[in-house]
Nanobody, 124 residues
Framework: QVQLVESGGGLVQAGGSLTLSCAAS????????MGWFRQAPGKEREFAAA????????IYRDSVKGRFTISRDDAKNTVTLQMNSLKPEDTAVYYC?????????????????WGQGTQVTVSS
């Protein structure tokens, strides 16, 4: 059974940084694309970043480009989201997800497994 567990969320001032980690267990981690989504209160879940199975391609939503970096460590079965220059509008619960295949996608329907989420709060 695939399990994804996020960690690293917290409260940070605007302009600060946080590093989110997602630890995967079960299945073959290195064969699948991974993504990060987020959901703010009262809003729909939205795509943040994704990485292919081999790490050679990444995609980001426009509002986080240049500030967020997604990476993966297949030896540790982890995917990381480094978030810099955080803004109050980045406040959300952040979810890690594993894709159905080795690709990246902005659409939540392409992801088969989800973690429970970790709260990120950015104060102004």
């Amino acid at each position: 059974q695939v399990q994804l567990v996020e960690s690293g969320g917290g409260l940070v001032q605007a302009g600060g940084s946080l590093t989110l980690s997602c630890a995967a267990s079960g299945g073959t981690f290195r064969s699948y694309g991974m993504g990060w989504f987020r959901q703010a209160p009262g809003k729909e879940r939205e795509f943040a970043a994704a990485i292919t199975w081999n790490g050679d391609s990444t995609i980001y939503r426009d509002s986080v480009k240049g500030r967020f970096t997604i990476s993966r460590d297949d030896a540790k079965n982890t995917v990381t989201l480094q978030m810099n220059s955080l803004k109050p509008e980045d406040t959300a619960v952040y979810y890690c997800a594993r894709a159905h295949g080795g690709y990246t996608s902005r659409w939540y329907g392409e992801y088969a497994y989800w973690g429970q989420g970790t709260q990120v709060t950015v104060s102004s």
